[in-house]
Nanobody, 128 residues
Framework: QVQLMEGGGGSVESGGSLSVSCAATGDTAGRKCMGWFRQAPGKEREGICG????????FYADSGDGRFTVSRDNAKNTAFLLLHTGKYADSATYYCALAHWDKFNSAEYTVPDKYNYWGQGTLVAVAA
């Protein structure tokens, strides 16, 4: 059973940066796509980006406005999502997810229903 745990959420000043982590445990063997999502109160969960297995290719949603970057520490089985130039509108609960598949069509990487494993999320609050 794959388990995901987000961390690193918290408060950040407007225009500041914050790195959110996603640690994976359990049976993570195999090729799996990874995605990052966020959900603000009263709104639908929206995709930020998704990566092919191994992070060779990452597809970013246009809504991110180029302010998100993903990275990995494979030795620690941990991925990171960096938000820079944060805005108040970025305030949300951030989630990481894994899929059974190693590759999607381009438009599918930011679709929540394509992913099978989810963390509990970590709350990010950007000051107005």
């Amino acid at each position: 059973q794959v388990q995901l745990m987000e961390g690193g959420g918290g408060s950040v000043e407007s225009g500041g940066s914050l790195s959110v982590s996603c640690a994976a445990t359990g049976d993570t063997a195999g090729r799996k796509c990874m995605g990052w999502f966020r959900q603000a109160p009263g709104k639908e969960r929206e995709g930020i980006c998704g990566s092919t297995y191994g992070g060779l290719s990452t597809f970013y949603a246009d809504s991110g406005d180029g302010r998100f970057t993903v990275s990995r520490d494979n030795a620690k089985n941990t991925a990171f999502l960096l938000l820079h130039t944060g805005k108040y509108a970025d305030s949300a609960t951030y989630y990481c997810a894994l899929a059974h598949w190693d590759k999607f069509n381009s438009a599918e990487y930011t679709v929540p229903d394509k992913y099978n494993y989810w963390g509990q999320g970590t709350l990010v609050a950007v000051a107005a």
